[in-house]
């Protein structure tokens, strides 16, 4: 017989435990492989070109990220299936084989595993290329067809990258063969002679470690004396290595020390099946430690990336909305444009005019002197766009963004209008209207002292037009228009604007602008939103995608620890059962054992990502807390149904029933 017909029947004959392996690969090339295929999907380029976007460029960098998470988690899956098999190795070695021939069935084995996983993974990721380029559009806020992908180039990149992951795998169960002898093939995982009594004093260091951590994570970059340009990186690498090196400590130290007091009281210790969960937990605790700890960062890294990207995308596509209140504004238009503007819109289908309108503004420099030591976030407004009090009511009153009426301003007082007021914390607030400010206007050689008395978390001027803009009182407004030129502003409100693609082509062409950021003689709600949202928009796209391979690389690891630990399981569960132990208490039992595994890491990983966001809430200032309660939210379901289908396959493996 051929190795490769031995490793072929293997296959055939234990394709249930080839499974796990098999699923974890072709969910690794259905993520690479789909992800890929949205990078040369020719509607994406198209629209990343229309926007002006480099977002194939992201999409290519993305995927290299992609490729070294994909890489490490089939390494991992592979090495700890490969290790659950050291008993199946050995055998191959007492019946002769040398291990140069053993590797070569590993090789097989793996080839053929990794032969049908593309196979799979590429016919299922052209199938769902559909759904996952509809769930692209719908968060870039287009409604686009979408088609299934195929591509020569996405194929021939998934058949190369797992090529070479197939060649390190190999690798990899070549160097286990040749690292043991027949007897440590044979030989199962040895149990801890003397079982750690963990230490209090280097668990209170783990705690120290990881509260400095969080202490340092949630200070403000611009205030605290521990993010200074000099200190920055030291204290990015405490608080990165703390955090990783505390949990370590807490998991190596803390919990064998509970487990261990709770071995002492035998109250506890004697009460139904502890005296079997109690003493498997104290002699695994120290190879367990390690483990615990990776599944502990990468739960906190996957719900600090999807909870920080999915409150990026949330809030600016908020910003995006509050700081373009109009359907479009044009600067100084002449007659004509403005009769070629309506005439577009009367002719345009699915858009009415709503109204029309006209605002005079004036810019204006902050000639107050800014210190130039202190952080940026101190500092205070340098450029004010101001309008009338009149017409701000007249504008605010038009649209139907809850804008708020101004009653009355004193001479030297103002309303500043913040799109992204709402995001502006309380400290900010005070920095903008603790002191007034001194105004100067081009050609005008006065100066006017005006201080802000509230700030407004609306505008009624698109920002890309009229920036920063401040309200004044009628009559001072009036003073400062008889000696300085004005910025006409002509408003355009239509009916359905965020599906005014044509329109929005047509009246570019009549101004002359392209789309581009932050225009200065046209601004458009269509082409500013979506260009955000289009951004944005994929940046989180990618995140879910890692954050999903990190997702499957947690459950890759507790999944096989458990697989080879119900191995080594199995005989202890036979006597057991063969004493009378019935199959409910073999489930209870395992079920204690496992949810140490699945419990501590998840609370650890939580706890780290909300030290995480609260650092990030604090520093961007913008909420982050419906996004990150709802992931968060998803991840711990996913994580218990995950739990119980483990347990599920740990009683079946170390049940006496099944054999």
């Known amino acids: 017989m051929t190795l490769f017909k031995i490793a072929f029947t293997n296959v055939r004959k234990n394709f249930g435990q080839f499974s796990m392996y098999l699923g974890s ?11 890929v295929s949205l990078a040369y999907n020719k509607s994406i380029g198209i629209i990343f070109k229309k926007w ?29 299936f490969t290790r659950s098999r050291k008993r199946e190795l050995g055998l191959y070695s007492l019946l002769g084989l040398r291990k140069a021939q053993i590797g070569r069935i590993i090789f097989y084995e793996n080839l053929m595993m990794h032969v049908m996983a593309v196979v799979a993974g590429v016919l299922i990721g052209i199938f769902f290329s559909k759904f996952f380029s509809m769930l692209l559009f719908r968060i870039m806020g287009l409604s686009i067809p979408s088609g299934f992908t195929f591509s020569i180039a996405a194929i021939g990149s998934t058949v190369f990258v797992f090529a070479i992951i197939l060649i390190v795998t190999s690798a990899n169960g070549y160097w286990i063969v040749y690292r043991h002898s027949m007897i440590e093939l044979f030989k199962a995982d040895v149990r801890e002679k003397n079982p750690p009594k963990g230490s209090l004093t280097l668990s209170i260091l783990g705690i120290f470690l990881i509260g400095s951590g969080y202490f340092l994570a949630t200070r403000s970059i611009d205030d605290s004396i521990f993010w200074t340009e000099n200190t920055f990186f030291a204290s990015m690498l405490f608080v990165l290595f703390g955090v990783i090196l505390g949990t370590w400590l807490l998991l190596r130290f803390l919990f064998p020390y509970i487990v261990y007091k709770l071995f002492q009281r035998k109250s506890f210790f004697y009460s139904g099946t502890n005296i079997l969960t109690v003493t498997w937990l104290r002699y695994r605790m120290k190879k367990t430690a390690g483990t615990l700890t990776m599944i502990a960062i990468l739960s906190a890294t996957t719900l ?14 908020s910003y995006a909305e509050s700081s373009n209140p109009d359907s479009y504004e044009t600067v100084w238009s002449t ?7 309506f005439a577009a819109i009367r002719e345009s289908k699915g858009h009415d005019l709503i109204y029309h309108e006209k605002a005079d503004v004036y810019d204006a420099n902050v000639i107050d002197k800014v210190d130039k030591n202190e952080p940026y976030s101190h500092h205070r407004m340098t450029y004010f766009s101001v309008i009338s009090i009149s017409d701000y009511n007249r504008l605010a009153m038009k649209l139907d963004n809850n804008s708020k009426k101004i009653k009355s301003l004193g001479d030297e007082e103002a309303i500043f209008l913040s799109p992204n007021g709402s995001l502006e914390n309380s400290k900010r607030k005070n920095i903008l209207t603790k002191k007034p400010y001194m105004l100067q206007f081009k050609n005008n050689s006065k100066q006017y002292k005006v201080k802000i008395k509230d700030i407004y978390n609306h505008t009624v001027l698109n920002a890309d037009i009229a920036s920063s803009v401040l309200v004044v009182n009628d009559a001072l407004y009036s003073e400062i228009a008889q000696k300085t030129m004005p910025t006409h502003i002509d408003i355009f409100q ?42 944005v928009g994929v940046i989180l796209y990618i995140g879910v995608f890692i954050s999903i391979v990190f997702f499957a690389a947690t459950g890759s690891i507790i999944y096989f620890k458990q697989i080879t630990e119900a191995v080594d399981e199995k005989p202890r569960f036979a006597v057991l059962q063969k004493m009378g132990m019935s199959q409910k208490e073999v489930r209870a039992v395992v079920a204690k054992q496992v949810l140490p595994v699945f419990l501590i890491p998840l609370i650890l990983g939580i706890s780290h990502s909300v030290a995480a966001m609260i650092g990030m809430s604090l520093n961007l200032m913008f909420s982050v807390s419906a996004p990150v309660i709802i992931s968060t939210t998803i991840y711990t379901v996913f994580f218990i149904i995950y739990y119980f289908i483990c347990v599920e396959t740990y009683t079946k493996m170390v049940s006496s029933e099944n054999d």
Not at 25 to 32: C, F, N, T
Not at 53 to 75: E, P, T
Not at 335 to 341: A, D, L, P
Request: glycine share 4%.
């Open 25 to 35: 690969l072709i969910l690794s090339v259905l993520i690479y492989f789909t992800f």
């Open 52 to 80: 002006g976007l480099g977002g194939q460029s992201v999409f290519v960098a993305a995927s290299i990220v992609l490729i070294i998470f994909v890489a490490f988690f089939v390494f991992y899956s592979s090495n700890y």
């Open 304 to 317: 600090t990336a999807i909870g920080a990207l999915s409150s990026l995308y949330t809030n600016i596509i």
């Open 335 to 341: 007659e004509t444009q403005r009769k070629e503007i």
């Open 494 to 535: 239509v009916t359905n604007e965020d599906k005014a693609e044509s329109l929005d082509h047509k009246i570019q062409a009549i101004t002359g602008e392209p789309n581009s950021w932050w225009s200065t003689n046209m601004s458009s709600f269509y082409s500013n939103y979506h260009m955000m949202s289009t951004l």
